[in-house]
């Protein structure tokens, strides 16, 4: 028996969310097959699976906050551990086994070896010497005298709850699981108050929809999941305060005036990115309104020509072209801040950040090397870039190195904004919407399609003249494409 843990796929992380399992107890797995989806602060990582052999279990659900080092999954090699004696994979990896007896106890009464000794569990993986912290877990004091503890704990006390364990999670319809330990009717931590009658199992739900039930006054012991793994959703809880509803008015409170949404994943990265930039670089931002009719209508032309076939094309194309034709003009722009060593690093290469709103949040991966590609590489490299992001599939790899950012505010109808600065980068430059505007052109005044360009930059790096340089440069090469072929 063999267990996987969390590894460290990224620089520092220290947990990661489980989003999605793709095998089940009982299922044949192979070395290096995807077995589950995590989600850390920078993107939706799959993971491999570095044993082969029969899933005995699965110690996180979906949606979990597992930190790393935890077990996630355990695989039945075909080997057995002598007694008293660790098994091949814990010996391999300087941990210490814990018995099966033990294994429904929560992560803080499982002994767990020095730091030094934990080593990778996976190629390119591993966790790293002091990375991960174990936050600190404070019980809560139940109405029956005994303490509630996060997810881990179980609703009955003594023997029972000790030996209560998600080490194996039952699968509708599916046969032929081999439980790490015999299954026990696992009951989720219940509000503070809330007595629990003997024999009576509530079905796991998560803290935030735990709250918000408590909040609605609606009896989780009445629900049946419809999450995965049975879990209770938000919507069954919504669902069950409608039917209430519908009883009685004395049924629900009379009101709900907010909700609170856990910060994690990527809003929690972006937000402690933002603050940190915000208040380390001094951000100046400049705007600079341009015609770029000739730029709309090059971006019609290319579309018809067959090198751009398969590609999409956009005025976002012609901005990120124009972008690294003014880079090569103005190199200070494409640099950062060194604080330790009171240095400004050039860079020479050009890693394009573009960012995109997902439904997981902003993310900002970018384009590598993006001064090398031709246009229509470019545009196909801009095309994934976004798709991958939409998808969820933008790896950690994807968002590092990045040099200056282009953020495209126009798809949501606005004309301008103060972008702040992704951390690292002295440069981003906002691109808003395109309209139809009255301009003057040899006197008269005719509608043309204009366009608002906003840079903000760090003024420790890049004076006011080299700003208002790249960004003039920027505006005259939309205004006038052919620009762009000169000036490269």
């Given at each position: ?108 009464m499982v002994p767990h070896p020095p730091e030094q ?201 012609l901005v990120a072209k124009a972008t690294l034709v ?50 229509p590489e470019l545009a196909g490299a801009l095309g ?105």
């Amino acid at each position: 028996m063999k267990e996987f843990r969390l590894p460290d796929v990224g620089e520092g992380l220290t947990e990661a969310e489980i989003v999605r399992w793709h095998v089940r107890p009982g299922d044949p797995v192979k070395i290096n097959q995807i077995i589950v989806e995590i989600e850390t602060a920078k993107a939706v990582v799959e993971l491999p699976c570095p044993f082969e052999g029969v899933v005995s279990a699965l110690t996180a659900v979906e949606g979990e906050t597992v930190e790393v080092g935890r077990p996630i999954i355990s695989v039945d090699d075909g080997t057995a551990p002598a007694p008293g004696a660790p098994s091949g994979a814990r010996a391999e990896e300087g941990l210490t086994e814990v018995s099966a007896d033990r294994r429904g106890l929560t992560e803080d009464m499982v002994p767990h070896p020095p730091e030094q000794e934990r080593r990778p569990v996976l190629v390119g993986y591993g966790v790293k010497p002091g990375a991960a912290k174990r936050r600190p877990r404070k019980p809560v004091a139940g109405a029956s005298g005994r303490a509630v503890n996060g997810d881990a704990d179980r609703a009955a006390g003594g023997g029972a709850g000790a030996a209560a364990s998600f080490a194996t999670l039952p699968v509708a319809g599916e046969t032929g699981a081999v439980p790490a330990v015999p299954p026990v009717p696992a009951v989720p931590p219940v509000p503070a108050g809330t007595a629990v009658p003997a024999g009576r199992v509530i079905a796991p739900a998560k803290p935030p929809v735990r709250k918000l039930a408590r909040e609605l006054g609606v009896d989780l012991a009445t629900l049946t999941g419809t999450g995965p793994q049975g879990t209770i959703t938000r919507e069954d809880v919504h669902s069950a305060v409608g039917l209430a509803g519908r009883a009685g008015p004395s049924a629900v409170p009379a009101a709900v005036t907010e909700e609170r949404i856990p910060v994690k994943g990527v809003r929690k990265a972006t937000a402690q990115a933002v603050t940190a930039s915000a208040f380390t670089a001094p951000h100046v931002t400049e705007f600079l309104q341009v015609d770029v009719t000739r730029a709309v209508e090059a971006v019609g032309r290319l579309r018809e020509l067959p090198d751009f076939a398969e590609v999409r094309v956009t005025p976002l194309l012609l901005v990120a072209k124009a972008t690294l034709v003014a880079v090569r003009r103005h190199p200070m722009i494409n640099s950062s801040w060194d604080e330790a060593r009171q240095e400004i690093v050039v860079k020479y290469g050009v890693n394009l950040g573009i960012a995109a709103a997902t439904p997981r949040g902003l993310l900002v991966p970018n384009v590598k090397d993006a001064q090398t590609l031709s246009l229509p590489e470019l545009a196909g490299a801009l095309g994934a870039l976004a798709e991958t992001a939409r998808a969820g599939r933008t790896q950690p790899a994807d968002m590092a190195g990045g040099t200056i950012t282009i953020t495209n505010v126009g798809v949501f109808g606005v004309d301008a904004g103060t972008p702040i600065l992704n951390p690292g980068e002295s440069a981003i430059l906002a691109f808003g919407q395109i309209r139809d505007m009255p301009w003057v052109v040899d006197g008269q005044i005719v509608p043309r399609k204009v366009c608002t360009l906003a840079l903000s930059f760090d003024h420790r790096i890049v004076d006011g003249e080299l700003g208002s340089l790249f960004l003039r440069d920027l505006g005259a090469m939309l205004e006038d494409p052919l620009r762009m072929l000169a000036w490269s």
